[in-house]
């Protein structure tokens, strides 16, 4: 009974074995580079204004050309041929703005750069015009900037902002986070957003909060004020400190107020 036994627990260890050697056969190894795939934040961080780039109407431009007083930029970096994840980022981009009032070339600058040295203007012009027909804003057309350029001019880009991406040979794609950068009118790195999903409210403080309150109303500084930007979930949420010390002024000038109508209701009293 004992080697019955024995000898069941033994089998059983043999077939764990088997199984775990061909799951892990079956567990494809990480592309190499992925390492390097990453966005690196560089707060306050110098863009490169100098850079030459073509535009989608095939004229040679510099990144400078599109930064203006008061408008501050959403930088999108990808490439036009993605078989997915910047198609995922510009949709979700594209869906946040779609509840936007402002506009890009009025309110805010919008370009687009592809990290690709194979693709040229033809391509940049396709993807404006697909883009441009989903966002439903014609007038957007002189705001949002399809670029393209050589891949030094590229890669200086995307370093000076943190953005970094990586060739994979075999799948014959680029490897690349999912991100987007709202810069200053002056080309500084202001705000660093995450993922495939871009509410307009987190679009649109990070627009006032990189503009230093030069665009938006006094509510928008109000909330800029109350709520502060949580990177581990993507967007703006409530600042606890912040909205307690609102309540504490708040309470203040009620209680100030209260005290002086009861004082006021005194004097009437006895005159």
């Known amino acids: 009974m004992m080697q019955r036994a ?131 804003r014609p007038s957007a057309r002189s705001g949002w900037h399809f670029l393209t350029g050589t891949a030094d001019q590229s890669r200086a880009l995307a370093d000076a902002v943190g953005f970094g991406y990586a060739y994979n040979e075999e799948r014959q794609e680029w490897m690349h986070p999912a991100a987007l950068f709202v810069l200053t009118p002056e080309g500084r790195v202001a705000r660093y957003l995450y993922g495939v999903s871009f509410d307009a409210q987190t679009l649109r403080l990070s627009l006032v909060e990189a503009s230093e309150g030069r665009i938006g109303g006094s509510m928008d500084k109000v909330l800029l004020f109350c709520f502060q930007y949580d990177s581990s979930v993507g967007r703006y949420g409530p600042a606890a400190r912040r909205l307690m010390s609102v309540a504490g002024y708040v309470t203040v000038v009620v209680l100030g107020l209260w005290l002086i109508q009861l004082r006021r209701r005194d004097r009437r009293r006895k005159s």
């Open 6 to 136: 024995m000898a069941l627990v033994f089998m059983i260890a043999l077939l764990g074995a088997a199984a775990s050697s061909a799951q892990e056969d079956r567990i494809e190894a990480a592309p190499a580079g992925l390492e390097a795939v990453d966005v690196t934040e560089r707060p306050d961080a110098q863009a490169p204004l100098d850079l030459k780039f073509v535009d989608e109407d095939g004229m040679e431009v510099a990144l400078g050309d599109f930064f203006h007083p008061g408008r501050p930029v959403i930088l999108n970096l990808g490439y036009y041929s993605c078989p997915m994840l910047c198609g995922l980022v510009l949709n979700a981009m594209v869906d946040g703005m779609k509840e936007l009032e402002w506009t890009p070339g009025q309110e805010f600058e919008l370009i687009t750069v592809s990290i690709d040295a194979r693709e040229g203007p033809r391509l940049a012009n396709l993807k404006k015009d697909t883009y441009l027909q989903s966002y439903g």
